[in-house]
Each structure stands twice: as structure tokens, then as C-alpha cells.
């Protein structure tokens, strides 16, 4: 898995309804993201985080919540002022500034 | 806004043909260039980095880097089925110290036996 993992591998979520997937890291590595994708789409970056304790917004963090309590995980909150959750969602995790990613397994998020 | 663009295809080419996909990038000061193979429901994998100006080989992948015209390109030689994917381009955003990366939509590949 590449240290890293994420679950579920697909969730389904009802409207109003708060849901939250799991990202967790092995490698020690400080650098954890968050991307969405939708069909026929690039990586949208939603929320990133350097160290413990601290993260930053991306560019469509609005509907998005995350933490970063512990060095191995950094989950995402999908809440339900998202109006559009249903798409690919992707962690990552960086070696360092200006490393490559390496991707999760993804879970497909999907709104019923 | 940043912003990474490639031809979304699909660029389809003969089993053994030499494949050409293109990445032009808005950021000047991006320092660091990959590029990604992504199968159809899977997450994308990292297949090239290149850092400088010049071609980087790997086997039948080639990854071009033209920083003055901020174009960067990736070449698969014998193209086989099994390279039929999405790729995409990806480069370092300096959002001031964090580097991040900004992606492009992707190309399409298709390779025909």
C-alpha cells in the first residue's frame, strides 16, 4: 500500500449527513493531502497539512473539515454544507516540499 | 491562478508506435515537474519526475523539460495495451514555503493492439 491507506473504499453518504473517511500513514512523513476528483478531471487540492496540530486550506476547502492530531492520520469530514460531495477522493502523503505524492487507494464518495 | 494544462484527448495510438503527451504550466518559478499514470477507478501513480531542463529516460518513458518555455512532455517508446490510461502532468506550486502540487486534467491514452 505504499504506507498509506485509506477507508472505505467507496462510502455512501445521505443528504444532510455529515461523513468522514480515514487517511493513516506508516512512513513517519510530516506532509498529508487531501484531493478530490471529479470524472474527467484533474486533482483539486481540498486541505493539506504540514505538522501535528496545524493545516491549510487548498482551493475548494468551503463543505470540508479535517484534523491532524497524530502524525499518521489526517482524516477528512465531508459535511453536509458540501452541496456536491459525490466524487473520487484522494490522500496523499509527501516525503518534502516539493517531492511527489504518493496516493491512497482512494475512496469513491457517493451521495444517495 | 496556477494552472497546468494538457490536451484532454484521447490520443490513441498502435501497439509499438512512440507515444507524445504534452503539459504546459503557468507558474514560472515551479521547480518541480511529474507525471502520473492513472487506470480507470484507481489512484494515480507516480511514473517520471524530472527536475532540470533536458530529457530524463527510464525505460520506454522519456520526460522532456523546457523550463523557458514552460512546457514539459513525456515520451513512452513500444507503446503496449497495458499503458492505455490517463496521465497526468503535475508541478510544484511555490505557495510560499509548501511546494504544493497543482495538477492537470489528464490525456487520455489509448493504445490499440
Known amino acids: 500500500d505504499g504506507g498509506i491507506t485509506q477507508s472505505p473504499k467507496y462510502l455512501f453518504r445521505k443528504e444532510g449527513q455529515n461523513v468522514t473517511l480515514s487517511c493513516e500513514q506508516n512512513?513517519?512523513?510530516?506532509?498529508m493531502y487531501w484531493y478530490r476528483q471529479d470524472p474527467g478531471q484533474g486533482l483539486r487540492l481540498i486541505y493539506y497539512s504540514q505538522i501535528v496540530n496545524d493545516f491549510q486550506k487548498g482551493d475548494i476547502a468551503e463543505g470540508y473539515s479535517v484534523s491532524r492530531e497524530k502524525k499518521e492520520s489526517f482524516p477528512l469530514t465531508v459535511t453536509s454544507a458540501q452541496k456536491n460531495p459525490t466524487a473520487f477522493y484522494l490522500c496523499?502523503?509527501?516525503?518534502?516540499?516539493?517531492?511527489?505524492?504518493?496516493f491512497g487507494q482512494g475512496t469513491r464518495l457517493t451521495v444517495v | 491562478q496556477k494552472e497546468v494544462e494538457q490536451n484532454s484527448g484521447p490520443l490513441s495510438v498502435p501497439e509499438g508506435a512512440i507515444a507524445s503527451l504534452n503539459c504546459t504550466y503557468s507558474d514560472r518559478v515551479s521547480q518541480s515537474f511529474f507525471w502520473y499514470r492513472q487506470y480507470s477507478g484507481k489512484s494515480p501513480e507516480l511514473i517520471m519526475s524530472?527536475?532540470?531542463?533536458g530529457d530524463k529516460e527510464d525505460g520506454r518513458f522519456t520526460a522532456q523539460l523546457n523550463k523557458a518555455s514552460q512546457y514539459v512532455s513525456l515520451l513512452i517508446r513500444d507503446s503496449q495495451p497495458s499503458d492505455s490510461a490517463t496521465y497526468l502532468c503535475?508541478?510544484?506550486?511555490?505557495?510560499?514555503?509548501?511546494?504544493?502540487?497543482?495538477f492537470g486534467k489528464g490525456t487520455k491514452l489509448s493504445v490499440k493492439p
Open positions: 496523499a502523503r509527501l516525503k518534502g516540499q516539493g517531492e511527489w505524492a504518493f
Open positions: 512512513l513517519n512523513h510530516d506532509a
Open positions: 524530472i527536475y532540470s531542463n
Open positions: 503535475a508541478v510544484t506550486e511555490n505557495r510560499g514555503s509548501q511546494g504544493n502540487l497543482i
